[in-house]
């Protein structure tokens, strides 16, 4: 009998971070195995560093949701995509003519210039937070407006307040929600998107979404395929930024010599980051492929038609490279993690993750050095049911 993998599974590990030691026992002693999916069908569940980036970059397992045999992660999990196919679910030429349209806006340079104008939304944020008085929740009166703000700012659309994103970029990635609640999300997330594009037709702005809406009038884009492309970008820049400040705020909480440390020495700041996304691995659903062609990945035959599931949290705590995995150290040599993915579908916001995470740790330091969990850690609330981890609520004193 096959393991049924489930994402939701209990992270009973020493601490809240540590992968679910079931997955763990699966890399150590069986590293590409079969699971069951929640929907009784199978899987090669690949769970080393080494075999995650060779199925991630091998050209005979596809990223295409419309291959034959592509596994679905959870009863919602195609919502983003179903209606308006995206580069991210696209193999080949397909994929890289849509990605190519987009990496100049999230280049290294492009978010350094961008860096002010985040800082602003960051002070703004903590002027808010200490105009009232303690407790604040990290989470809402942080985290989340920070990744929709940032969001707005680079697509260029209007930042109609949190509640458009709480009603729809969070319910998206929550696969379990129920089916009528994921498709108002997904419906409202498209009229929202069809109808900033009918006023940039009437005036045209400034932003990611403007660009994209040039190539509809120059006969390059269809309309869907950018409502496709700003979906992905939209959701997929959101949820995983909010969950990956508060969980890394988290983390830092929880590892005090640590966070006393990077209060020290700012220059921990940039290697503790690439520290913080290995530790955190929030994408803990695996990620979907299927094999196009007969390939081999660990040693395993897998063969056409048979799905894939590359699993990041245990390939970041993997042994063969990381001394003492589970020990979160800002001050680690090795920081080739794979939280953003690996390969041509490796993530299009890892360098506005980056300094907006910069920015936060540094602006928090700096402005609320005294900033604290307010309650125990052992009480801080896990979610693990949607696709991204994260905390629901961190709550914080100064
Ligand atoms: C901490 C935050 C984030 C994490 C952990 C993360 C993680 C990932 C991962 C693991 C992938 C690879 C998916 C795959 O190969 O199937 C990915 C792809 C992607 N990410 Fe991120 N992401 C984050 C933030 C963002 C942001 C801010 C954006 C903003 C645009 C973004 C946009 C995308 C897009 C569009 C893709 C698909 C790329 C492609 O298929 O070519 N992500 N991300």
Same mark, same amino acid.
């Given at each position: 009998m096959t393991m049924v993998f489930d =994402?939701? %599974? +209990?992270? +009973?590990?020493? !601490? /809240? &971070?540590?992968? @679910?030691p079931r997955y763990e026992d699966l890399r150590d002693e069986h590293p590409v195995s079969q699971v069951t999916m929640w929907d009784g069908s199978k899987a090669w569940f690949i769970t080393r560093q080494d075999d995650v980036r060779a199925a991630l970059a091998?050209?005979?397992?596809? %990223?295409?949701?419309?291959?034959?045999? &592509?596994?679905?992660?959870? /009863?919602?999990?195609e919502v983003l995509t179903e209606s308006n196919p995206t580069f991210a679910r696209m193999d080949g030429p397909e994929h890289a003519r849509q990605r190519a349209m987009v990496n100049g806006d999230f280049t290294h340079k492009s978010m350094v210039q961008l860096q002010p104008q985040i800082q602003q939304i960051v002070d703004g944020l903590v002027d808010e937070m200490l105009t009232k008085s303690p407790p604040a929740d990290l989470v809402a009166e942080f985290a989340e407006p920070l990744a929709a703000q940032v969001m707005c700012l680079i697509l260029g659309i @209007? =930042?109609?307040?949190q509640d458009f994103f709480q009603r729809v970029a969070s319910t998206? /990635? $929550?696969? =379990? %929600?129920?089916q009528e609640k994921l498709d108002t999300a997904s419906a409202e997330l498209t009229q929202f998107i069809a109808d900033v594009l009918d006023s940039e037709a009437k005036r045209p702005g400034d932003g990611v979404l403007s660009r994209l809406a040039e190539r509809e009038g120059s006969g390059e884009l269809t309309r869907d395929d950018i409502i496709g492309m700003a979906r992905v970008m939209l959701v997929a820049g959101y949820g995983p930024t909010a969950n990956a400040t508060a969980l890394g705020m988290a983390a830092l909480f929880y590892h005090p010599a640590q966070l006393a440390a990077l209060r020290d020495d700012p220059a921990l700041i940039p290697g503790g980051i690439d520290e913080l996304l290995r530790y955190l !691995? $929030? &994408?803990? !659903?695996g990620l979907p492929r299927v094999a196009i062609s007969d390939t081999e990945i660990g040693g395993q035959r897998i063969r056409a038609g048979e799905a894939v599931l590359c699993y990041l949290p245990t390939a970041n705590f993997d042994p063969e490279w990381f001394e003492s995995p589970e020990t979160f150290d800002l001050r680690r040599k090795n920081r080739g993690n794979v939280s953003f993915g690996y390969g041509l579908h490796r993530c299009l916001g890892q360098n506005l993750v980056r300094i907006q995470m910069k920015v936060t740790i540094e602006t928090l330091n700096r402005r609320i050095p005294n900033l604290r969990l307010a309650i125990d850690r052992d009480q801080i609330p896990f979610r693990k049911d949607a696709a991204v981890y994260g905390v629901s609520e961190l709550p914080v004193s100064w």
């Open positions: =994402y939701r %599974a +209990d992270r +009973d590990g020493k !601490t /809240p &971070f540590d992968p @679910p091998d050209e005979r397992i596809s %990223a295409d949701n419309r291959s034959p045999g &592509f596994p679905l992660v959870s /009863p919602g999990s @209007p =930042y109609k307040g998206i /990635p $929550n696969h =379990y %929600a129920d !691995t $929030n &994408f803990h !659903t």
